[in-house]
């Protein structure tokens, strides 16, 4: 099915604003996407019509919202087939979610000389929560390298278990790099010796169907906002055992059974781990964008995006002197390059000028810039309301600021 | 553009034999300059002229210590205190960032530190380069004009 990029557009109302005088181009979908008026509208519908705390409310009101709120978590269910309805958890995006397992799994199950491998390309925080938390266990964080094309060396993946690894944490898709990581075989090499995995999946759901029964995976993590949906929203996925077995990691009202001074007990999964009143308006909106991706189709969304990525990979490498930093064979719609003597702020500030919104700098993975002895890079992300139009700005754009730096 | 600001630096030179320029006037004369551009490519374009022109610093004043830290480029500014005036020099490794240091130097450099320190900054804002000033920005440019200030009420009790 050919996308109807028009249409698709016309329901992203910020896409037809002006930025400096200019038409907007918005290529800085892997920070943020734009939200169609279809979430707006359910969001905004829930505000007038529905706004109530939810759970254990007795009005019409309260009902409506703690539906709406659930209705979210089914629909998230079934977009990752999870295969119990609680075993989805709503947080505030991926950096909490990753955060909750860090500490919760850790708290369970990491030990003193115990190990945690993450990757050389992850996020800051698929790196960080670990490193407070391998800090506080006195465990050991290893590290999956990648080459200079931007892949992982998942082979060396076994050698780095020992029998004293507890968990594998990567992403399923780099943030600055694109690469799409063959997750399926990181499970496997880690399952087969016993380590759970935690998938990273913030730079991925948005692009490819993910089946967590599938691929047998212990957490998954993402954010709303990033899926077309609403900031402040994101989800834990994790096995019903283990969530079982893990300790609450924020108190509050909601995740609680019964307290008293002498001994609390908590909540079933997964109030379990929703401590505090739910973000249940931003749950309702991330349901909203779910459906209105699967209405579309992400088989589509995937195509069409792979071939606005292979038609701007074509049209920046032909630059002079430009450079572009994650060559994987396997890669979603994101482009980080450098333009040989020309600083990725400068880019950045006059790209922005023109209207085409890039994001610059580290991407919050210092340590991919490290590998490549470089302080930063422009990054410019596609989504499926971007057109080819777009991209020959872009280029056009780049080829100006080019030029004013040679004069 | 480049004759015209050949123009300017002549003009400048001529004032400043005649007497020292004030910070205002200073200001002044860069907003009336900013004024005359007409579209953001000439006002960038001369940003990025000033940020070649800018003699940066030697490699050993581009230390940590002189090291202002954004986020996305890095800026060096050196002070010294001669017969009562700031001296300033800077560098980045952006050269709009050096331009627009560039511009902050030819407002303080050859001040007193009391003037500095007392200076009411409105050029920035008055030239469109407001964006850069909002404290999240990445270029550290509210850093810069902190750091010049430092400088002034440093000198300012050293003498």
């Known amino acids: ?407 | 553009m480049p004759s015209k600001s050949k123009e300017v630096e002549v003009t400048t030179l001529c004032l400043s034999i005649i007497r020292e320029m004030t910070i205002n006037e200073i200001q002044e004369e860069i907003i009336e300059e900013f004024a005359g551009f007409e579209d953001w490519m000439d006002k960038y374009a001369y940003l990025i002229e000033l940020g070649t022109d800018l003699q940066g610093l030697d490699e050993q004043y581009q230390t940590d210590q002189n090291l202002i830290k954004g986020c996305q480029s890095k800026v060096w500014f050196n002070a010294s205190l001669e017969e009562g005036k700031v001296k300033l020099e800077a560098d980045s490794d952006a050269i709009i960032v050096k331009g627009i240091a560039a511009l902050l130097i030819r407002v303080f450099n050859n001040q007193t530190p009391e003037d500095i320190m007392n200076a009411d900054l409105n050029f920035i804002d008055e030239i469109g380069l407001k964006q850069h000033l909002s404290p999240t920005r990445s270029n550290g440019l509210v850093s810069m004009v902190k750091q010049i200030k430092m400088y002034g009420i440093a000198f300012n009790h050293v003498k």
């Open chain 1, 1 to 407: 099915m050919t996308l109807d990029i028009n249409k698709i557009r016309k329901d992203f109302p910020i896409l037809q604003e002006k930025v400096h005088g200019k038409d907007l181009v918005y290529f800085d979908n892997a920070a943020t996407s734009q939200k169609p008026t279809q979430v707006i509208d359910e969001m905004v519908k829930y505000y007038y019509k529905y706004n109530s705390n939810i759970h254990r409310g007795v009005h019409y009101l309260s009902n409506k919202s703690t539906d709406g709120n659930e209705n979210a978590r089914k629909i998230v269910q079934n977009f990752i087939n999870a295969e119990h309805l609680h075993e989805i958890i709503f947080t505030r995006g991926t950096t909490e979610s990753i955060n909750l397992v860090a500490n919760s799994f850790a708290e369970r199950y990491i030990g003193e000389g115990d190990e945690v491998i993450v990757s050389e390309m992850e996020h800051h925080s698929n790196i960080v929560p670990w490193q407070l938390v391998c800090e506080k266990k006195k465990a050991v964080l290893k590290v999956i390298p990648f080459n200079d094309n931007g892949e992982l060396l998942v082979d060396q993946l076994d050698e780095l278990i020992t029998d004293r690894t507890k968990i594998v944490a990567v992403n399923h898709i780099s943030n600055s790099l694109g690469t799409i990581n063959p997750v399926q075989k990181i499970i496997d090499i880690a399952h087969a010796r016993g380590v759970k995995v935690l998938v990273d999946a913030a730079q991925s759901v948005q692009h490819l169907k993910i089946d967590v029964q599938e691929w047998d995976v212990d957490f998954l993590v993402f954010s709303g906002h990033k899926l077309y949906g609403p900031t402040g929203i994101g989800v834990l996925y994790g096995k019903e055992d283990l969530l079982n077995e893990m300790p609450p990691w924020q108190g509050g009202g909601e995740m609680i059974k019964e307290v008293r001074f002498s001994g609390t007990t908590y909540n079933e999964l997964p109030f379990k781990f929703e401590a505090g009143t739910p973000n249940y308006i931003d749950a309702i909106g991330l349901g909203a964008a779910i459906e209105y991706v699967e209405n579309i189709g992400l088989e589509n969304i995937d195509a069409y995006e792979q071939e606005l990525l292979a038609y701007a990979t074509e049209k920046l490498s032909s630059i002079d002197g430009l450079k572009i930093y994650g060559t994987a064979e396997h890669k979603t719609s994101v482009i980080s390059f450098l333009v040989d003597g020309i600083h990725f702020y400068d880019m950045g500030m006059l790209l922005d000028q023109m209207g085409i919104a890039v994001r610059t700098g580290t991407h919050c993975t210092e340590p991919i810039m490290q590998h490549f002895g470089i302080d930063g890079t422009v990054r410019a992300s596609f989504s499926f309301y971007n057109t080819k139009e777009e991209i020959d700005a872009l280029y056009n754009g780049i080829l100006k600021v080019c030029k004013m730096f040679v004069h």
